[in-house]
């Protein structure tokens, strides 16, 4: 088993850390640009993978963005995308490479070995992209509140919390826009690069604490602009209110004429009219960055989980494609966790399970319950989620033994109540992938007196029967709009997934 001693632990972060800052010294070209997927897990540098991920996490706030730029890596790394739309038959091939999306926030990707053969396994890795915000209502419009203009929002999951006062807030999502001359209608990505809202607190000075107050209806709406033109009646157009755009009865027509205006313009939009409905959310516009004496942290927005789904993503784009592989390595990232999965783009639905028996019948020719049975009992799934860190200032939410720290490695998450999929069995099969891959498993168990959080595991492991484990990389400030994780973590985890993405097929042969 690879549960090392603290001496070890000491001794291999601080040449991790020496070795970031090497690297940090001497960039190189992206390596998330031109996968390497000749070399062993072993032999990857976590400190290569730190600018790539902040990069990611800057750039692409929202999951529609997120999915976006999956996407385009995967084509650039000579994926082929498959439309649930179309028939599948005779278009997989063993040594092929295909991924699928769902509603354009789901999305899954997977490699079939070159030795592939029906019945053989599947190696996954299944994580969310989605993560805790505030998105804008139906009728984002508000009345003139003393000279502020100010934005409907709805909180998504646990947005609109206490940590989002006083924050520089963007805007970004998706934009349904018809062609006028066509009449098709299309799906548009739209982000604005700077700041354009805020919750502004309120002054101690008045005596109302902020923290446990919060009305998220009436005390927690954003400002967007400012409009005195109350103040001063005239004929002059500049100091009227902005009339609603887009004609009576149009959507457009129900949101701030000036944000319709700003997205428009984003998306080279003339007339307005053609915006047919949006989803957009605020996010902290804040770089993720690193910081820390010997930039050992990474402080980011949605670290929840943008981390593990990165880490894996990358570690499918840098998986060995040998001439001998006989398993499918799988990607899938999901929408919806945050609130329960439950609906079609979320894991309860059918999205994984469904891309595996259509990636089956059409590799095999058919598909039927002895030939799915059998893939099932020589899969595994790592479930992967952003679990909590050991914590400097809440020792008592500590568990000796139990609390990952920064830049280690994965930990292994385990819950007596099964709210997580990790047994003994799973346990040592992830700590056999660690020992091939030069990587160090920690442990995460919550104390008796503190609440489990959930994973996708349970559900996607009951749905198909496979073996699991739950493993999730450190963060501190989970939920905050704002958290922590090590600097060294995003390439830490993307290490250990490609060491099971690659070695899963070794491991299990141990077994049986």
């Known amino acids: 088993m690879t549960r090392h001693t603290p001496e070890f632990v000491r001794a291999q972060v601080s040449l991790r850390l020496l070795a970031f800052e090497q690297a940090m010294a001497s960039r190189t070209p992206s ?8 070399i062993d897990a072993k032999d990857l540098r976590p400190e290569d993978f730190t600018k790539p991920y902040c990069d990611f996490m800057t750039e692409n706030p929202t999951v529609f963005h997120a999915v976006g730029y999956f996407k385009e890596k995967l084509v650039k790394a000579g994926y082929q995308e498959l439309l649930s739309r179309d028939s599948w038959e005779d278009k997989l091939a063993p040594g092929g490479k295909y991924f699928v999306t769902r509603n354009g926030s789901s999305i899954i990707a997977f490699a079939v070995g070159k030795a592939y053969k029906p019945g053989n396994g599947i190696a996954m890795v299944a994580g969310h992209i989605d993560a805790l915000t505030a998105r804008l209502k139906p009728t984002s419009t508000k009345p003139n509140n003393n000279g502020y203009l100010q934005l409907g929002v709805a909180q998504y999951a646990g947005g609109l919390n206490e940590t989002w006062w006083d924050r520089d807030l963007s805007i970004g999502g998706r934009v349904i826009v018809r062609d006028p001359e066509t009449g098709k209608t299309s799906v548009k990505l739209a982000k604005i690069d700077w700041p354009v809202a805020r919750i502004p607190t309120l002054a101690p000075h008045f005596g109302i604490g902020m923290l446990g107050h919060s009305n998220r209806e009436t005390e927690m709406v954003p400002i967007i602009g400012l409009d005195n033109s109350d103040l001063y009646p005239s004929s002059d157009s500049a100091s009227t209110p902005a009339e609603p755009l887009g004609g009576a009865g149009s959507f457009v027509s129900t949101q701030p004429p000036k944000l319709v205006k700003l997205i428009a313009g984003e998306l080279d939009i003339k007339d307005y009219s053609t915006i047919l409905n949006w989803e957009l959310e605020l996010y902290d516009s804040q770089p993720a960055q690193v910081g820390g004496l010997d930039k050992e942290f990474i402080f980011a927005g949605r670290i929840d989980d943008k981390l593990c789904s990165w880490a894996a993503f990358m570690a499918l784009l840098h998986a060995k494609d040998d001439e001998d592989s006989g398993v499918i390595k799988l990607v899938a990232l999901f929408d919806d966790e945050e609130i329960g999965s439950l609906l079609r783009q979320g894991a309860r639905g059918n999205f994984l399970p469904g891309t595996i028996e259509r990636a089956i019948e059409s590799l095999a020719g ?28 809440f020792g008592q939410t500590n568990l000796a033994g139990h609390s990952p720290r920064l830049n280690v490695g994965v930990a292994l998450c385990v819950d007596a109540s099964a709210h997580m999929t990790t047994d003994s069995v799973s346990m040592a099969i992830l700590d056999r992938i660690a020992n091939l891959s030069g990587c160090v498993n920690q442990r995460h168990m919550i104390r008796n007196d503190s609440r489990s959080g959930g994973t996708v595991g349970p559900m996607l492991s009951s749905a198909m029967g496979v073996k699991a484990a739950d493993v999730g990389i450190p963060q501190l400030s989970m939920h905050s709009i704002r958290a922590t994780t090590g600097s060294l973590d995003p390439g830490l985890g993307m290490k250990f997934y490609k060491g099971f993405l690659d070695n899963w097929e070794k491991v299990d042969a141990e077994w049986h």
């Not at 390596?31 to 000749?38: F, L, M, N, R």
């Open 31 to 38: 390596v998330t640009d031109a996968p390497e997927t000749k």
């Open 366 to 393: 058919s598909v039927g319950p002895g030939l799915l049975g059998r893939t099932y009992a020589k899969s595994f799934l790592v479930s992967s989620d952003v679990t909590h860190a050991a914590h400097p200032n």
